[in-house]
Structures are given as structure tokens and as C-alpha cells.
């Protein structure tokens, strides 16, 4: 615990970490959402969030007192997958003109990519999968550049740590493999996920405060002066709110504007907040500088009982593209539309519609029918 820093967002950050890495709150959060919603785990979580936003960190900090037994167990996100690089990759054709719309690679997509390239012209690649073996790593990603557009999104820079230099050396890693694929951009999240050496098991939310985003902005600065690449930052979508004196998207804007990052929308996290009662996404949508969109992301989520999910194993909803169908003819500096899926891949049929749905879409606004 850092309490010698009442009131900081290190010490914010610590009370979190200590939260979400005992063990029985860690399964109900990653496990069952909704059995985590309403159970008293739940509501000591968000009692030590009200004494948080209140500054009572040091009683906040005794609602558990459990060591985070869990940190040297949790798994990396990357270790479930295995990097995808090979000689025999389709190739896909480059798109005419932006938006390209594309999917987010996973291996068992590899059968849609290949079969219809008119319909995925940008493949989306964590950039924590080519850590298994750095030099294969470099390798893979170039011989990906030369065969399609390509982004690059990762994990666990933890953008919103106030000590940016412990992360220096994920941060290495990164450059090299940045600079082997050759892309400009480099996207993760408006989140953190580390606080000092422990590691989280999810993204977790920031607090909206000044001096989290004074924080997120020098980390921004310091991180597109280190990569030299542009940093595009992903709205999550919350497992529950922390609070703070700006709304989600206020506070992204007001990071893009201070910070010349830009955004990487998720439509559907903004609806799975307004869902679960965090925001209204008409008001937050509206608080976006269109020039500052540089990508979408779209998925399709479930409910859990009374809370909705953010699973990416469901057809993207017709209201999310009613949205994204109203959005997109302001966000002109748009450049790509990611499909998000990570489960169900035996749905092939879903995963077509949804990217022709977007096609379709995304044709009617270049030809201003929208």
C-alpha cells in the first residue's frame, strides 16, 4: 500500500490493485459478472470507491485486508495465443480508400481472411502475441506488413500508472516490434493494468480527475516521443465506474486535445456503460471531437442477468451500427472499423453478416446516401 500519498492516484491505484487481486473477488470479477454485481463482494467494492472519490484511502484501504496472492499466478493476456506468421498467410488486398474495415486476428478467423478478402481490408493484431519469441516476432510482423494493411493494438502499456518508467522494458520490446512491422500507430486503452510490479487481470478503470489525466498525458507525450509512432487510446468498457469530476468521454477528449493522441472508439463499450447505467451515450458521443477518431471498434456482447457484457462472442447489435452509421460521416479522419470477436467462432455466417452490414454502411456514407 502507498497511504504515505493520501488522496494520489498511486495510492487510488494501490486500493484497487488490493481489491481486485484477493482471490474471491478476483474469480467473481473475471468468472461471474453477474453473480459479482450483486453479491456483497460487489458492494464493498463500491463502498471503497465512494471513500476513494470522499479521499478516505485509509479506510478504504482496510475493506480488505488480504494479500494479492494471485499477482505471480495471472495470467498474461497473450499466452492464449500463438503467433500467427507464417509463409502461407493470405494475402490480403489493400482497400482503395479509408475507412478499411477489417477484423481483430484471432487463429480461428484465419478461414474468413483467407476466403474473403473484399470483406476484411485490415487485420488488427495484438502486438502482445509476438512477444513469445521476440526474433520470430520481428520476422512474423514484417512478413505480415508485406502481405496487408495491418494495426497494431496492445494490452498492457497501463497508460493511467503514474510510474511509466517501470514498464520500460515492455516498452522496449514493443519498439522493436514496431519498428519491424513499419505501421505508424500503435493503440491500447484508457485504462491501467499494473500498479508497480503486480499485474492486473483486466483492464481497470481510471479515475476522472485532473490529476489522472495530468498523469495520462505526460505518459502519452513521453510514450509517441519513445515508439515514435502515433498512440491511439481505446474507451473500455467498465466492469463498474470509479467516478471523478469528467464523464468517460470528457475525459478522453480532453486527453486527445492535451496530449495529440487520438481515439480509437469503441461504439460498443459506450453502449454497454449506457447499458449498465454508467452514461448516456447519446451525451457522450456527442462530447467527441470528430478529428480526433482515428478508428472504431464494434462488437457484440451478451447480457448476464441484469448487467450487460462485454463478451465479443455475439453478432454486433443493429443499434450499434444505427450508431455507427450516424457517426461516421462526421469522424472524416477515420481510418479503419474493427470487428472485435472472441468467441462462437463456429459462427462463421455472423462474422460475414456483421462485416457486410458495415460495408454497407460505410459504402452508403462515402456515396452520401447516409
Same mark, same amino acid.
Given at each position: 500500500?502507498?497511504?504515505? &500519498?493520501?488522496?494520489?492516484?498511486?495510492?487510488?491505484? =494501490?486500493? &484497487?490493485?488490493? *481489491? *481486485?487481486? %484477493?482471490?474471491?473477488?478476483? =474469480?467473481?470479477?473475471?468468472?461471474?459478472?453477474?453473480?459479482?454485481a450483486r453479491s456483497r463482494l460487489s458492494g464493498? &467494492? =463500491?463502498l471503497a470507491i465512494t471513500l476513494l472519490n470522499a479521499e478516505h484511502l485509509y479506510f478504504a484501504s482496510r475493506l480488505y485486508r488480504k494479500k494479492a496472492s494471485r499477482a505471480a499466478t495471472i495470467p498474461n493476456p497473450?499466452?492464449?495465443? %500463438?503467433?500467427?506468421?507464417?509463409?502461407?498467410?493470405?494475402?490480403?488486398?489493400?482497400? =482503395? %480508400?479509408?475507412?478499411f474495415i477489417g477484423l481483430s486476428h484471432r487463429p480461428e478467423l484465419d478461414h474468413i481472411i483467407g476466403t474473403h478478402p473484399e470483406l476484411v481490408q485490415i487485420i488488427e493484431y495484438i502486438i502482445d502475441r509476438f512477444f513469445i519469441n521476440e526474433n520470430s516476432g520481428v520476422a512474423a510482423l514484417w512478413l505480415l506488413s508485406q502481405q496487408h494493411e495491418l494495426l497494431l493494438h496492445s494490452l498492457d502499456? %497501463?497508460?493511467?500508472?503514474p510510474h511509466m518508467d517501470q514498464r520500460l522494458d515492455y516498452l522496449r520490446r514493443v519498439k522493436v516490434l514496431l519498428r519491424a512491422s513499419r505501421v505508424s500507430e &500503435?493503440?491500447?486503452?484508457?485504462?491501467?493494468? #499494473?500498479?508497480?510490479?503486480?499485474? *492486473?487481470?483486466?483492464?481497470?478503470? *481510471?479515475?476522472?480527475?485532473?490529476?489522472q489525466l495530468e498523469i495520462v498525458v505526460r505518459n502519452v507525450r513521453f510514450l509517441q516521443e519513445f515508439l515514435d509512432v502515433q498512440i491511439t487510446l481505446e474507451n473500455i468498457a467498465c466492469p463498474f465506474d470509479v467516478g471523478g469530476d469528467m464523464t468517460s468521454m470528457e475525459f478522453a477528449s480532453e486527453l486527445a486535445g492535451r496530449s495529440g493522441c487520438k481515439l480509437l472508439l469503441d461504439i460498443s463499450n459506450v453502449l454497454a456503460d449506457e447499458e449498465n447505467g454508467y452514461c448516456n451515450a447519446a451525451a457522450e458521443f456527442a462530447r467527441i471531437k470528430p478529428s480526433d477518431v482515428q478508428g472504431i471498434h464494434l462488437a457484440g456482447g451478451q447480457w448476464s442477468g441484469c448487467r450487460s457484457v462485454d463478451s465479443h462472442d455475439q453478432p454486433i447489435?443493429? #443499434?450499434?451500427l444505427h450508431w455507427l452509421a450516424k457517426l461516421l460521416p462526421k469522424f472524416t479522419s477515420c481510418h479503419s472499423i474493427i470487428v472485435e470477436r472472441d468467441g462462437r467462432f463456429d459462427k462463421s455466417s455472423e462474422i460475414l453478416d456483421d462485416l457486410t452490414r458495415i460495408h454497407t454502411i460505410a459504402a452508403e456514407v462515402k456515396n452520401g446516401s447516409v
Open positions: 500500500m502507498t497511504e504515505e &500519498l493520501p488522496g494520489s492516484i498511486a495510492s487510488f491505484q =494501490a486500493v &484497487l490493485a488490493d *481489491l *481486485l487481486q %484477493s482471490d474471491e473477488t478476483f =474469480a467473481a470479477w473475471r468468472d461471474n459478472p453477474e453473480g459479482f464493498r &467494492l =463500491a497473450a499466452d492464449n495465443y %500463438s503467433c500467427p506468421a507464417s509463409p502461407s498467410e493470405p494475402i490480403v488486398p489493400k482497400a =482503395a %480508400s479509408p475507412p502499456i %497501463s497508460i493511467g500508472s &500503435l493503440s491500447d486503452h484508457i485504462a491501467f493494468t #499494473h500498479v508497480g510490479t503486480r499485474k *492486473l487481470p483486466h483492464f481497470v478503470p *481510471l479515475w476522472r480527475t485532473e490529476e447489435p443493429q #443499434h450499434h
